[in-house]
């Protein structure tokens, strides 16, 4: 097996490539400035930076120390021509003048050149193998003999004589040869995994590449229609395009930091399966059967489909796709703000009057109360002494009367910052009674979801747990029926998109609330028709 070259050691770990002006970070690691400067770009919208070799966190933009020193190693290291070829392990015999040795003898304890290999005794004794600098490791540290069994049991190489000790009687041995065959099978199995999983990263980096370029190009979109909706109100409401014009900036920016960020971490990934395939390639094309065997890096192989380390960022490559596109939603509602100022628009955006959304009191839990303007539920100990029925639900929940077929809707709700509570839809089938009634317990209803100061979305079970808490009190719940979707938005400003579910939508959905020891007020809505 050929030895580390220590110029594997100027490489950049970014770009795989000699250092270009190399530059350090406060935790001691090195870079290419072009590199580092690309990926701390890519961080500038999470507001927290990390070293990409260690992942030591700076709350700031670290600053780049230019590495002097590695520079003159590169200078006068790098650049000189090798004094050596091949493996770098000279004859044994060669006294005069050396060279390169093709085969070692592990009887002789010696390495052959070409002319000395042909002389060389052709008696089973005399095992060759692979040129290498000492045998040392290919004895026995006990009994000082050539190794050639495996124990299966202890998974050990051992010697003639470990194999009629007491510590290996009655254990499986097998030939080296027999060993490292299967190991190498083991190998090859587990190359063809790695290959596999290294195309899926390609096929996911080409899809997340595409979906940026839409990103782009719907943004792009988005301006101009802006611009020219502005162009008939720009009296009235100068400032209205450069507000909206910054918010899909804004988006476009967040969702191409967010894109980058993943694919910079799956070209990560991409390296270094591509580095465990080289290694385990060289193993495999190895005729030394007890390097193989020896090799530390593969005693304990995983399996890249049980790997845990890409699950946070294929969960997020997920969430990406779930969140589908341009945010409409919000530049649109941004418009709306407007809408008294606003006497024409020719886009074909159409405001209607808003929506209430009253909540049903014959579907209301017994330990709900419910307001008098039916905008309000409260969870209360005191019970309400309503009738059971079958639409009722069993705990803490309530629906509303009105249920959306078509359309785009939106509707806020103002929440508590103590206690539990979901908000979201349904289908009016949902099941009244039973732990499948909680909304997103079952495939019927989706929620946003406050549990122990944790904020999640729920549906059909499956939890996905938010990366920042809800800081405000109010929430937004807006429903695009035919397109299927439905999103979640905290009321900041700006406005920040929580998470978006995709369905296909076959029932009516009705908003509901679930409320323990907390209250939540519905603030109200609107409607919005499709252009025709």
Request: hydrophobic share 30%; proline share 3%; with cysteine.
């Amino acid at each position: 097996m050929a030895f580390a070259d220590p110029r594997d050691e100027l490489l950049c770990s970014i770009c795989l490539s000699t250092y270009t002006d190399p530059v350090m970070l406060r935790c001691g690691h090195n870079f290419c400035r072009v590199c580092i400067d690309r990926v701390l770009d890519t961080q500038d919208g999470s507001g927290v930076y990390s070293c990409t070799e260690c992942r030591e966190e700076f709350q700031e933009r670290p600053a780049l120390m230019r590495n002097l020193a590695l520079r003159k190693i590169i200078a006068n290291f790098l650049f000189t021509p090798p004094t050596q070829t091949g493996t770098g392990i000279c004859c044994t015999y060669c006294v005069d003048s050396p060279a390169p040795a093709v085969r070692s003898c592990l009887h002789c304890e010696s390495s052959l050149c070409d002319e000395h290999l042909k002389v060389h005794s052709k008696s089973p004794e005399h095992v060759l193998s692979d040129p290498s600098i000492t045998v040392e490791k290919r004895k026995c540290s006990i009994h000082r003999e050539l190794l050639k069994y495996y124990c299966i049991k202890d998974e050990i190489c051992i010697c003639v004589s470990c194999s009629l000790a007491r510590g290996h009687r009655g254990h499986r041995l097998e030939t080296l040869d027999e060993a490292s065959e299967k190991k190498k099978e083991k190998l090859r199995n587990f190359l063809q995994k790695l290959t596999t999983k290294r195309e899926e990263s390609e096929k996911r980096v080409q899809s997340l590449e595409e979906r940026r370029r839409k990103d782009q190009e719907k943004a792009s979109g988005e301006a101009e229609r802006v611009t020219a909706l502005c162009t008939d109100i720009r009296r009235r409401v100068d400032d209205l395009e450069k507000k909206v014009l910054s918010e899909i900036s804004r988006q476009e920016k967040e969702e191409s930091l967010s894109l980058s960020a993943l694919i910079h971490q799956l070209e990560i990934k991409k390296d270094e399966l591509s580095r465990k395939m080289r290694h385990i390639e060289e193993l495999c094309n190895m005729t030394d059967p007890l390097t193989v065997l020896q090799d530390p890096d593969t005693d304990e192989l995983r399996d890249p489909e049980e790997e845990g380390d890409d699950e946070d960022i294929w969960g997020h490559d997920k969430q990406l796709h779930d969140g589908d596109d341009l945010d409409v939603a919000v530049i649109s509602g941004t418009l709306q703000k407007f809408c008294d100022a606003v006497t024409y628009i020719k886009s074909g955006i159409y405001v209607e009057d808003p929506v209430d959304i009253l909540l049903d009191v014959n579907t209301a839990s017994d330990n709900l109360h419910i307001s008098d303007d039916l905008k309000t539920a409260t969870w209360t100990e005191e019970k309400q002494n309503r009738p059971e029925t079958a639409e009722r639900f069993q705990d803490y929940q309530v629906m509303s009367r009105r249920g959306f077929t078509s359309g785009r809707h939106y509707w806020d709700v103002e929440i508590g910052r103590t206690g539990e509570w979901r908000v979201g839809m349904c289908y009016q089938s949902i099941d009244r009674w039973g732990d499948q009634s909680y909304m997103g317990n079952d495939y019927k209803s989706w929620s946003l979801r406050r549990y122990n100061d944790r904020y999640l979305v729920m549906h059909n079970r499956r939890g996905i747990r938010l990366p920042d808490k809800i800081s405000s009190d109010s929430v937004r719940i807006h429903l695009d029926y035919e397109a299927g979707r439905l999103s979640f938005y905290e009321l900041c400003y700006p406005i920040r998109h929580l998470y978006t579910f995709t369905a296909n939508f076959t029932e009516p959905l009705h908003a509901v609330l679930y409320i323990w020891d907390c209250s939540i007020k519905i603030l109200g809505g609107s409607c919005r028709k499709k252009s025709s």
